[in-house]
Nanobody, 124 residues
Framework: QVQLVESGGGLVQAGASLNLSCAAS????????MGWFRQAPGKEREFVAA????????YYADSVKGRFTISRDSAKNTVYLRMNSLKPEDTAVYYC?????????????????WGQGTLVTVSE
């Protein structure tokens, strides 16, 4: 079992930055693939970014590539999502997720464990 707790959401203006955190317990963040998803009102949950277990390679949705950065701190057992140049369309509840298997998962069904989410609101 992996327990995930997100934090760091808030209300910011367009162009600002935010740093989301996902604290994990139950397993080392280095031993699982960790991902960030988001869900805007009335929309389906969508993939944002992930960092692959062990090797730490990362991959991103096209909509955030070049603006968002996923990273992990094994000492703190925490994964981060640094979000720069935020846009109103980035407004959503952001969820942290984990899966113990390999590959490059991007769909919600491929992830086993989920946090409760943290709200990010970007105003004009």
């Amino acid at each position: 079992q992996v327990q995930l707790v997100e934090s760091g959401g808030g209300l910011v203006q367009a162009g600002a930055s935010l740093n989301l955190s996902c604290a994990a317990s139950g397993r080392s963040v280095g031993s699982v693939t960790m991902g960030w998803f988001r869900q805007a009102p009335g929309k389906e949950r969508e993939f944002v970014a992930a960092i692959i277990r062990i090797f730490s390679s990362t991959y991103y949705a096209d909509s955030v590539k070049g603006r968002f950065t996923i990273s992990r701190d094994s000492a703190k057992n925490t994964v981060y999502l640094r979000m720069n140049s935020l846009k109103p369309e980035d407004t959503a509840v952001y969820y942290c997720a984990a899966v113990a298997t390999g590959g490059r998962p991007t769909s919600t069904s491929q992830f086993e464990y989920w946090g409760q989410g943290t709200l990010v609101t970007v105003s004009e």
